[in-house]
């Protein structure tokens, strides 16, 4: 069915976390709201590539921001979400990390 926010339909949104439980909360959350989740299950390497794959399969993203720590991904969920953005491709940063690293999120 989709998500329409104004002139823009979300339907796709990629799942970009590491802890597998998080990312399967976020599936029932999607689907509930008539959403396709893509979950992505790593490990995810060059960023430039990975932004490049992901808004071919996506129209949105949520994703974690500590992503290197568990080996996930050699970025972090700030840099891939200014990436998606600036990709004109909407994402939105999911963390309770929001003072320890507002320096990395600030992007």
Not at 52 to 80: K, M, P, Q
């Amino acid at each position: 069915m989709g998500l329409d926010i104004a002139e823009y339909t979300i339907q796709q949104v990629l799942v970009v976390e590491d802890n597998p439980s998080a990312r399967e909360g976020y599936q029932y959350t999607l689907e509930d709201m008539d959403l396709e989740p893509v979950l992505e299950t790593g490990p995810l390497r060059d960023i430039v590539d990975y932004v490049a794959s992901a808004t071919e399969r996506c129209d949105a993203a949520l994703c974690d921001h500590h992503l290197a720590e568990s080996g996930y991904a050699d970025f972090n969920g700030a840099r891939f979400v200014a990436e998606m953005n600036s990709r004109q491709r909407p994402a939105v940063l999911c963390t309770a990390w929001e003072e320890a690293a507002v320096d990395e999120i600030r992007l």
